[in-house]
Nanobody
Framework: QVQLVESGGGLVQAGGSLRLSCAASGRTFTYYSMGWFRQAPGKDREFVAAVSWSDGTTDYADSVKGRFTISRDNAKNTVWLQMNSLKPEDTAVYYC???????????????WGQGTQVTVSS
């Protein structure tokens, strides 16, 4: 089992920044690829970003590319999502997730956090 706890959400004005954190515990964090997803009211959950455990390769949804950055520190069992130039359409509950796979990281995660709310006001 892997337990994931997100933090860092909040209310921010458009154009502002937030950094989300996801602390992992349980099985060896090093061998899990980590992803961030989000779900806005009335919409399906969507992929945001991911980082592979094997070579650190990152992947981003087109809607956040150039604005968001995913990073990880295996020594701290933590993954972050730095979000810059935030837009009202980024408003959602953001979830951290873990998978033992190293490729095709836009779906099929095994473990999920409880989510953290991000609200961007216009």
């Amino acid at each position: 089992q892997v337990q994931l706890v997100e933090s860092g959400g909040g209310l921010v004005q458009a154009g502002g920044s937030l950094r989300l954190s996801c602390a992992a515990s349980g099985r060896t964090f090093t061998y899990y690829s980590m992803g961030w997803f989000r779900q806005a009211p009335g919409k399906d959950r969507e992929f945001v970003a991911a980082v592979s455990w094997s070579d650190g390769t990152t992947d981003y949804a087109d809607s956040v590319k150039g604005r968001f950055t995913i990073s990880r520190d295996n020594a701290k069992n933590t993954v972050w999502l730095q979000m810059n130039s935030l837009k009202p359409e980024d408003t959602a509950v953001y979830y951290c997730a873990a998978t033992p796979r190293s490729r095709y990281l836009r779906r099929e995660y095994n473990y999920w956090g409880q989510g953290t709310q991000v609200t961007v006001s216009s």
